[in-house]
């Protein structure tokens, strides 16, 4: 009946989102293994603990877990950012980018550059409407000439969430977590299916390899006859 047919397609589309949901987050853990490779895990934090501080903060700015996870590897790239300071940087980038209505990625990068050269970054942040007074200012550059990089960025991270703190969690809608829960609920989904998937392909792979080797005449008897 056309209602069954329609309950397929709906299933299908659902299975349709759940693989795809799944594929993107190991994509995304992927590349976050790379960059934490790549770098030597110069960020001290490893593969786990950005998947929960991730998990953490996308709850919070109701914003999927795999983007805050991608913006976290883009932020691996600026190695003077480490330890706790990762994590606040990240939150501090899901805040300017709700005020600014920024792309998380382009806030993260602002930040990353400002806080990885914390005196060369008072300029760039001042253009984002993160202004440090004369006394801040030469608190920063004294912390950077007596190698205390991680105090420097800590005045300009407190500075960075007087202007724009919680706005991560203010802008957050009921609509948004709502998204967030069904993506998070179809990647589950989706690593449950993804296997027989792999095998559904491979055994479809298998027989058209079979039906290829046959002659021409049995190739179009066998489709003739269905």
Do not use: C
Not at 67 to 72: D, L, M, Q
């Amino acid at each position: 009946s056309l209602y069954s047919h329609l309950g397929n397609l709906a299933v299908g589309a659902g299975a349709l989102f759940a693989i795809n949901e799944w594929d993107d987050a190991e994509k995304t853990a992927r590349k976050m293994d790379a960059a934490i490779r790549a770098t030597g895990n110069s960020a001290h934090v490893s593969a786990d603990e950005q998947r929960k501080l991730a998990d953490t903060l996308g709850k919070t700015a109701a914003v999927d877990n795999d983007v805050v996870i991608a913006a976290g590897n883009r932020l691996r790239a600026y190695r003077k950012i480490t330890d706790a300071k990762f994590g606040e940087t990240l939150a501090a980038s899901l805040d300017l980018a709700a005020a600014k209505e920024m792309d998380l990625n382009a806030a993260t990068e602002l930040l990353g550059k400002a806080l990885n050269d914390p005196v060369a970054g008072m300029a760039k942040l001042k253009r984002a409407g993160v202004t440090l007074t004369e006394q801040q200012q030469e608190q920063v550059k004294a912390f950077v000439a007596m190698g205390d990089t991680a105090s420097a960025q800590g005045i300009i991270l407190e500075e960075v969430a007087k202007r724009y703190g919680g706005a991560a969690k203010a802008n957050a809608t009921d609509t948004d977590r709502m998204k967030v829960a069904a993506a998070d609920a179809a990647e589950s989904i989706g690593a449950i299916l993804a296997p027989a998937l792999g095998v559904a392909a491979d055994g479809a792979s298998t027989a058209a390899d079979a039906f290829g080797s046959l002659p021409k005449p049995v190739q179009t008897a066998t489709v003739l006859l269905g």
